[in-house]
Protein backbone atom coordinates (compact mmCIF):
# COMPACT_ATOMS: atom_id res chain seq x y z
CA UNK A 1 0.00 0.00 0.00
CA UNK A 2 2.91 2.80 0.82
CA UNK A 3 4.67 1.96 -2.35
CA UNK A 4 1.53 2.65 -4.59
CA UNK A 5 1.18 5.39 -2.58
CA UNK A 6 4.08 6.93 -2.93
CA UNK A 7 3.84 6.02 -7.10
CA UNK A 8 0.82 7.30 -7.37
CA UNK A 9 2.52 11.22 -5.69
CA UNK A 10 5.30 10.66 -7.69
CA UNK A 11 3.21 10.29 -11.12
CA UNK A 12 1.30 13.52 -9.62
CA UNK A 13 4.36 15.27 -9.36
CA UNK A 14 5.83 14.24 -12.89
CA UNK A 15 3.18 15.33 -14.16
CA UNK A 16 2.86 18.56 -12.64
CA UNK A 17 6.47 19.41 -13.19
CA UNK A 18 6.31 17.73 -16.95
CA UNK A 19 3.30 20.55 -17.69
CA UNK A 20 5.24 23.59 -16.44
CA UNK A 21 8.23 22.47 -18.39
CA UNK A 22 6.24 22.31 -21.37
CA UNK A 23 4.47 25.48 -20.93
CA UNK A 24 7.57 27.76 -20.36
CA UNK A 25 9.35 25.79 -23.61
CA UNK A 26 6.37 26.20 -26.06
CA UNK A 27 6.09 29.76 -24.62
CA UNK A 28 9.20 30.62 -25.29
CA UNK A 29 9.23 29.20 -28.48
CA UNK A 30 6.20 30.99 -30.10
CA UNK A 31 7.89 34.20 -28.43
CA UNK A 32 11.39 33.59 -29.63
CA UNK A 33 11.59 31.07 -31.76
CA UNK A 34 13.00 27.80 -31.38
CA UNK A 35 16.23 27.70 -29.84
CA UNK A 36 18.22 24.50 -28.86
CA UNK A 37 20.19 26.59 -27.05
CA UNK A 38 17.75 27.06 -24.39
CA UNK A 39 15.33 24.31 -24.81
CA UNK A 40 18.17 21.18 -24.63
CA UNK A 41 19.43 22.84 -21.17
CA UNK A 42 16.05 23.67 -19.98
CA UNK A 43 15.25 19.93 -21.06
CA UNK A 44 17.98 18.14 -19.28
CA UNK A 45 17.92 20.30 -15.67
CA UNK A 46 13.95 18.35 -16.05
CA UNK A 47 15.06 15.15 -16.71
CA UNK A 48 18.15 15.10 -13.92
CA UNK A 49 15.26 16.74 -11.11
CA UNK A 50 12.53 14.09 -12.60
CA UNK A 51 14.42 11.23 -12.59
CA UNK A 52 15.56 12.20 -8.82
CA UNK A 53 12.00 12.71 -7.73
CA UNK A 54 11.12 9.20 -8.78
CA UNK A 55 13.64 7.74 -6.51
CA UNK A 56 15.82 6.57 -9.13
CA UNK A 57 19.57 6.12 -9.19
CA UNK A 58 21.55 5.69 -12.45
CA UNK A 59 24.41 3.50 -12.43
CA UNK A 60 26.73 5.46 -15.65
CA UNK A 61 29.79 3.21 -17.04
CA UNK A 62 31.24 5.23 -20.16
CA UNK A 63 31.52 8.36 -21.16
CA UNK A 64 28.15 9.98 -22.23
CA UNK A 65 28.78 11.70 -26.17
CA UNK A 66 29.45 15.45 -26.54
CA UNK A 67 29.80 15.36 -30.12
CA UNK A 68 27.40 14.45 -32.98
CA UNK A 69 26.54 11.21 -33.58
CA UNK A 70 24.19 8.47 -33.42
CA UNK A 71 23.01 7.42 -29.85
CA UNK A 72 21.68 3.71 -30.40
CA UNK A 73 20.32 2.27 -27.44
CA UNK A 74 17.93 -1.09 -26.67
CA UNK A 75 14.52 -0.67 -25.47
CA UNK A 76 13.00 -1.59 -22.31
CA UNK A 77 10.64 0.82 -20.83
CA UNK A 78 8.48 4.24 -21.45
CA UNK A 79 11.00 6.65 -18.96
CA UNK A 80 13.86 4.71 -21.17
CA UNK A 81 14.37 8.77 -22.97
CA UNK A 82 14.34 10.68 -20.27
CA UNK A 83 17.02 8.21 -18.67
CA UNK A 84 19.70 8.96 -21.53
CA UNK A 85 18.41 12.89 -21.62
CA UNK A 86 19.73 13.44 -17.86
CA UNK A 87 23.54 13.19 -19.70
CA UNK A 88 23.38 13.93 -23.46
CA UNK A 89 21.75 17.14 -25.02
CA UNK A 90 20.05 15.25 -28.12
CA UNK A 91 17.45 14.84 -30.31
CA UNK A 92 15.17 11.78 -29.72
CA UNK A 93 13.37 10.19 -32.36
CA UNK A 94 9.85 9.61 -30.91
CA UNK A 95 6.64 7.75 -32.06
CA UNK A 96 4.29 10.08 -34.36
CA UNK A 97 1.08 9.23 -31.97
CA UNK A 98 3.03 11.34 -29.29
CA UNK A 99 2.62 14.62 -31.28
CA UNK A 100 -1.10 13.99 -31.26
CA UNK A 101 -0.91 14.74 -27.58
CA UNK A 102 -2.31 17.85 -26.02
CA UNK A 103 -0.36 20.74 -25.10
CA UNK A 104 2.59 18.06 -24.58
CA UNK A 105 2.93 16.91 -28.17
CA UNK A 106 4.18 21.00 -29.09
CA UNK A 107 6.12 20.74 -25.93
CA UNK A 108 7.99 17.85 -26.61
CA UNK A 109 8.43 19.15 -30.30
CA UNK A 110 9.56 22.32 -29.25
CA UNK A 111 12.09 21.19 -26.91
CA UNK A 112 14.07 19.12 -29.51
CA UNK A 113 12.05 15.65 -30.62
CA UNK A 114 12.01 14.50 -34.30
CA UNK A 115 8.54 12.40 -34.79
CA UNK A 116 7.88 9.04 -37.02
CA UNK A 117 5.27 7.35 -38.44
CA UNK A 118 6.41 4.07 -38.61
CA UNK A 119 4.48 2.72 -40.86
CA UNK A 120 4.64 5.08 -43.74
CA UNK A 121 7.59 5.06 -46.05
CA UNK A 122 7.34 9.35 -46.57
CA UNK A 123 7.43 9.54 -43.36
CA UNK A 124 10.77 7.59 -42.86
CA UNK A 125 12.56 9.40 -45.50
CA UNK A 126 11.61 12.82 -43.85
CA UNK A 127 12.93 11.58 -40.62
CA UNK A 128 16.27 10.07 -41.77
CA UNK A 129 16.43 13.61 -43.83
CA UNK A 130 15.76 15.86 -40.10
CA UNK A 131 18.50 13.28 -38.24
CA UNK A 132 20.96 13.91 -41.28
CA UNK A 133 19.79 17.80 -40.85
CA UNK A 134 20.65 17.72 -37.05
CA UNK A 135 23.56 15.98 -36.85
CA UNK A 136 25.30 18.33 -39.08
CA UNK A 137 23.89 21.24 -36.90
CA UNK A 138 26.11 19.34 -34.41
CA UNK A 139 23.84 17.80 -32.25
CA UNK A 140 23.34 13.94 -31.08
CA UNK A 141 20.30 11.61 -32.12
CA UNK A 142 18.67 9.49 -30.03
CA UNK A 143 17.12 6.61 -31.34
CA UNK A 144 15.96 3.09 -30.04
CA UNK A 145 16.78 1.02 -33.04
CA UNK A 146 14.36 -2.21 -32.01
CA UNK A 147 11.61 0.13 -32.70
CA UNK A 148 9.49 -0.99 -29.55
CA UNK A 149 10.61 -2.56 -26.08
CA UNK A 150 11.59 -5.64 -25.74
CA UNK A 151 11.98 -8.24 -22.70
CA UNK A 152 14.55 -10.38 -24.06
CA UNK A 153 17.86 -11.00 -22.00
CA UNK A 154 19.36 -9.59 -25.69
CA UNK A 155 18.06 -6.70 -28.29
CA UNK A 156 15.28 -7.52 -30.67
CA UNK A 157 16.18 -7.12 -34.61
CA UNK A 158 17.41 -4.19 -35.32
CA UNK A 159 15.71 -1.55 -38.01
CA UNK A 160 18.55 -0.63 -40.53
CA UNK A 161 17.55 2.71 -42.05
CA UNK A 162 19.49 4.74 -39.49
CA UNK A 163 22.76 2.30 -39.91
CA UNK A 164 22.58 3.12 -43.86
CA UNK A 165 22.68 6.62 -43.05
CA UNK A 166 25.11 6.26 -40.88
CA UNK A 167 27.39 4.73 -43.26
CA UNK A 168 26.43 6.96 -46.18
CA UNK A 169 26.96 9.96 -44.49
CA UNK A 170 30.07 8.89 -41.96
CA UNK A 171 28.02 9.41 -39.04
CA UNK A 172 29.19 7.92 -35.92
CA UNK A 173 27.51 5.66 -33.65
CA UNK A 174 27.83 5.42 -29.71
CA UNK A 175 26.23 2.27 -28.83
CA UNK A 176 23.90 2.20 -25.26
CA UNK A 177 23.10 -0.64 -23.14
CA UNK A 178 20.23 0.01 -20.57
CA UNK A 179 19.12 -2.76 -17.72
CA UNK A 180 16.49 -2.33 -14.71
CA UNK A 181 16.70 -4.47 -11.68
CA UNK A 182 14.14 -6.86 -12.84
CA UNK A 183 11.74 -7.28 -15.43
CA UNK A 184 9.18 -5.94 -13.30
CA UNK A 185 10.24 -2.74 -14.42
CA UNK A 186 9.82 -3.39 -18.36
CA UNK A 187 6.83 -1.96 -20.34
CA UNK A 188 5.97 -4.63 -22.92
CA UNK A 189 2.67 -5.20 -23.33
CA UNK A 190 -0.32 -2.36 -23.97
CA UNK A 191 -1.20 -1.50 -20.48
CA UNK A 192 -1.36 1.88 -19.74
CA UNK A 193 1.48 4.17 -19.00
CA UNK A 194 -0.37 4.90 -15.67
CA UNK A 195 -1.10 1.33 -14.53
CA UNK A 196 2.33 0.59 -14.91
CA UNK A 197 3.82 3.24 -13.38
CA UNK A 198 1.82 2.93 -9.84
CA UNK A 199 2.22 -0.84 -10.13
CA UNK A 200 5.80 -0.97 -10.17
CA UNK A 201 7.36 2.55 -9.07
CA UNK A 202 6.71 2.78 -5.59
CA UNK A 203 9.94 1.44 -4.54
CA UNK A 204 12.07 3.76 -2.24
CA UNK A 205 14.80 3.23 -4.55
CA UNK A 206 15.03 1.73 -8.06
CA UNK A 207 18.74 1.16 -9.50
CA UNK A 208 18.99 1.61 -13.07
CA UNK A 209 22.43 0.65 -15.47
CA UNK A 210 23.28 2.70 -18.28
CA UNK A 211 26.73 2.02 -20.01
CA UNK A 212 27.50 3.88 -22.96
CA UNK A 213 30.10 1.99 -25.50
CA UNK A 214 33.02 2.96 -28.13
CA UNK A 215 32.32 4.89 -30.90
CA UNK A 216 31.73 2.76 -34.14
CA UNK A 217 32.48 3.83 -38.03
CA UNK A 218 31.98 2.37 -40.55
CA UNK A 219 30.91 2.18 -44.63
CA UNK A 220 29.13 -0.76 -44.69
CA UNK A 221 25.21 -0.92 -42.59
CA UNK A 222 24.92 -4.08 -41.99
CA UNK A 223 28.78 -4.61 -40.47
CA UNK A 224 27.39 -1.14 -37.92
CA UNK A 225 24.22 -2.82 -37.07
CA UNK A 226 26.21 -6.13 -36.18
CA UNK A 227 28.73 -4.69 -34.25
CA UNK A 228 26.37 -2.01 -32.41
CA UNK A 229 23.82 -4.89 -31.90
CA UNK A 230 26.79 -6.85 -30.12
CA UNK A 231 28.33 -4.38 -28.49
CA UNK A 232 24.97 -3.73 -26.44
CA UNK A 233 24.05 -7.70 -25.94
CA UNK A 234 27.19 -8.33 -24.67
CA UNK A 235 26.95 -5.70 -22.19
CA UNK A 236 23.29 -6.62 -21.21
CA UNK A 237 24.97 -9.77 -20.63
CA UNK A 238 27.48 -8.41 -18.31
CA UNK A 239 24.82 -5.96 -16.65
CA UNK A 240 21.86 -8.91 -16.07
CA UNK A 241 24.95 -11.01 -14.57
CA UNK A 242 25.92 -8.34 -11.96
CA UNK A 243 22.41 -8.20 -10.81
CA UNK A 244 21.82 -11.90 -10.35
CA UNK A 245 25.05 -11.69 -8.08
CA UNK A 246 23.55 -9.46 -5.78
CA UNK A 247 21.73 -10.14 -2.23
CA UNK A 248 17.84 -10.66 -2.61
Not at 81 to 98: D, G, H, Q, R, Y
Not at 193 to 217: D, K, M, N, T
Amino acid sequence: MLQRLRAALRLLYAAFLTTGVVLVIATVTWWKGYSPDFSLPFRKRWARHLIRSMGIRILKKGVPPRFPCLLLCNHRSHIDPILLLTEVMAFPVSKAEVEKWPLLGYGAKASGILYLRRESLSSRGKTLADIRSVIRNGFPILLFPEGTTHGTSGTGPFQRGVFQLAAKEGIPIVPVALEYPDKRFYWLDHTPFASHFLQFFGQRRISVQVSYGPEIRGEQAMELLEKTQTWIDEELHQMQSLIASLPD
